[in-house]
């Protein structure tokens, strides 16, 4: 468990000179962001003397405006030159607007002692939540097959599948994980789990097991939710022994990272029938290759990688940056640090145990 930092020393404080941005932020939100520096300046228990300079890079030019960063907040879509980040030297914390690190975890930042990194993750697990009921709901109920038979006007009527009474396995039960298994609940199914994790399992979770045990989740469950991090431990951690382990006419739905599953796998048990859907907000390779199977397939529902939108999105970032602003400089733990080799926060640091915190 990390412990809470000590405060900074003055020499770190007095480093800190440039906060780049890379996100929508709209110019209330860069507001919001010099006023909480201004505001930490003014406090006489915060150590920052000077001022703080918010640039927004956006993606036209975060890899130019990087190594000038001494605070990253954001999110870069775009390649940036990391070798040059890091030989700058003055990069001190990034602060992904993202719950998935893959964008910055790169090997150089990893081993860099003087580097700190926190997610978003758990910020945006509701709408994750909706995503996932959307996904489910649609391959249990055929929504796909539908679909594609109202263009040609054809009125078809085919079995679909019940919710009620399946056991439904949850692969990473972080802040995504529990709020589906806190919207599930109600829906008469049993739910298990896995999880690096494996500690203050939720009532509503029948079991929750270690990571290593993801086979005997994928064997005991009618359907699985993949929500695990991606890192390099996980990348194509799910494949053909797992879903093989599954009963036949099972489902899967994956709103994680798409290379944390073995898309090949996946396709082949499409085709096979041993799965008889699946639900995908993120794919291997994205965009999704015109020439996948994937395209092709009535049981697959595929969206573009939504799961995480929402109309209060980069509000809900910002506010996110504001407080951890406040905790950096105070020198408090930020929320969701994360452990760089595993690329997620443990739950005492998450946002989660936040929330709970201050209800």
Known sequence: MSQPRERLPLSEIDSVRRVVLCYPALPRHIEQLETTLAELKADPNCQLNHDVEVVDAGQERIDELLPTADIFIGHAKVPVDWDRVLAAGRLGWIQSSAAGLDHCLVPGVIANPNIMVSS???LF?????????????GILRRIGLFE??????????????????????IVGLGGNGRAIAAKLAPWDVRLIATDYYPEDCPTEVETLWPAERVNDLFAASDIVILT??????????????????????GYLINVARGQVLDEEALIDALQSGHLAGAGVDVTY???????????????????????A????????????????LRRYFHGETIINRVDKTLGFPHPNDSHAAWVQSRS
């Open 285 to 307: 390779t994205e965009p999704l290759p015109e020439d996948s199977p994937l395209w092709d397939d009535p049981n697959v529902l595929i969206t573009p990688h939504v799961g």
């Open 309 to 324: 939108q929402s109309a209060r999105r980069v509000d809900d970032s910002n506010d996110l940056a504001c407080v951890n």
């Open 148 to 169: 594609r038979a109202r263009p040609k006007r054809e009125f078809i009527r085919l079995p679909t599948d019940d919710l009620r009474g399946k056991t439904i396995g």
């Open 120 to 122: 978003a993750s758990g």
């Open 125 to 137: 697990a509701p709408q994750v939540a909706e995503q996932t009921f959307a996904l489910l709901f």
């Open 228 to 249: 695990l991090p991606l890192n390099a431990s996980t990348r194509k951690w799910i494949g053909a022994e797992q879903i093989a382990a599954m009963k036949p006419g």
